[in-house]
């Protein structure tokens, strides 16, 4: 026991020194944890304070509507769904026929309408004999109205030989007017409007009715108008009938991609055009792009939805709007963006 008691005083002193030691500790540990907390806290504030980000943020590609722009009956498909086009690449064909019986058609009225123009050119030129035999005759039954006067005068004629050359002088003139008169209706309906000088209306009209036949024909085929992906390819059926200018077929456009992020309204007091952004997507989680604010939209969403909340109520509860901004991506992406991937974007509204 006695060999034990400088053993047991040393523990004593050291478990008396440990319990001065936590003692010590504990206030400094109160006092600086928080105060380290407090300090991170407040770095990571001011070194983030410049920036606002959303995850109300997606890939907008543009969609183009493709509808024909004649009707008729489909009688070939060439595309299916999801799959890549090219600008021009036939995407459908509508029945060709009618359109080119309505071009058979035409060429007839051009046919017609030159035929008649022979017409009228013929009579225009009969119309210049008759006045040429009117001419002479006018000129024959004038001499004999002179001599018939003269020897009048000399009493070797008598009053009724003079009247009858004065009438048929008289009846000379007249149908001398009258064929005048055929020969301007004739000329008349030879001649050309001031908008297509040179060309016969009748002729003219039936020359665009034929040019719209073959406008109309070359519609059958219908192309696509931007390069992209086909959707909605499952209206296409064979025999099926088309009507002017309903969407057919949808390509998304595949390039020109975008990102639409909607914003708090508070977040824009700092926000202008050219500001650069950060990307990411839910998607590709390892795929980061730049990017640049393009534009920021002229209203909340809710001004331009279909049906506008009516805040005029006695419920009326302030609720934060949303302001589209329209993201450029500068970066290629390695990855292909489809239209409505979920982005989270964040906007470094200190940058220039």
């Known amino acids: 026991m006695a060999d034990r008691d400088p053993q047991i005083a040393s523990e004593q002193g050291f478990a008396h020194q440990e319990g001065a030691r936590r ?11 928080p105060l380290a907390l407090l300090v991170a806290g407040g770095g990571y504030y001011l070194a983030n304070d410049h920036y606002v980000s959303t995850e109300n943020a997606y890939v907008q590609q543009d969609k183009v509507s493709v509808a024909a722009e004649v009707g008729g009956r489909i009688v070939e498909v060439l595309v299916r769904e999801n799959q890549r086009v090219k600008a021009g690449d036939v995407l459908f064909r509508l029945d060709p026929e009618p359109y080119r019986i309505a071009a058979a058609q035409a060429d007839a009225a051009i046919a017609q309408a030159q035929v008649r123009l022979t017409g009228l050119e013929t009579d225009y030129e009969t119309k210049g004999v008759s006045i040429d035999r009117a001419r ?16 009048m005068e000399t009493g070797f004629t008598t009053k009724a030989r003079l009247q009858e050359a004065e009438h048929a002088l008289s009846d000379a003139r007249s149908q001398l007017a009258a064929a005048q008169a055929e020969a301007m209706k004739a000329q008349a309906a030879l001649a050309t409007g001031s908008a297509a000088p040179g060309v016969n209306p009748q002729v003219l009209a039936a020359q665009v009715q034929k040019r719209k036949a073959l406008l109309d024909l070359s ?23 088309m009507v002017t200018g309903l969407p057919a077929v949808t390509i998304v456009a595949s390039q020109g991609s975008w990102v639409e992020a ?16 950060r990307l990411s997507f839910d998607a590709y989680p390892d795929m980061k792009l730049k990017g640049h604010v393009a534009s920021i939209g002229a209203g909340t969403g809710s001004e331009f939805s279909v049906l506008p909340a009516q805040n005029a109520n006695g419920n009326w509860v302030k609720v934060t709007q949303r302001i589209p901004v329209r993201i450029a991506i500068d970066d290629r992406p390695a990855r ?17």
Request: aromatic share 6%; hydrophobic share 45%; proline share 4%.
């Open 219 to 241: 519609r059958t085929v219908v192309r696509a108008p931007v390069s992209g992906v086909v959707s909605q390819a499952d209206r296409l059926q064979i025999g099926q009938m």
């Open 262 to 277: 909607n914003f708090k309204e508070t977040d824009l007091n700092h926000m202008k055009v050219g500001q650069t952004a």
């Open 23 to 33: 003692k010590w500790l504990r206030p400094v540990l109160m006092v600086s944890v």
């Open 336 to 352: 292909p963006l489809l239209a409505g991937l979920s982005t989270h974007v964040r906007i470094d509204t200190a940058s220039k």
């Open 136 to 151: 002479e005759a006018v000129a024959f039954y004038t001499s004999e109205y002179r001599r018939q006067a003269a020897l």
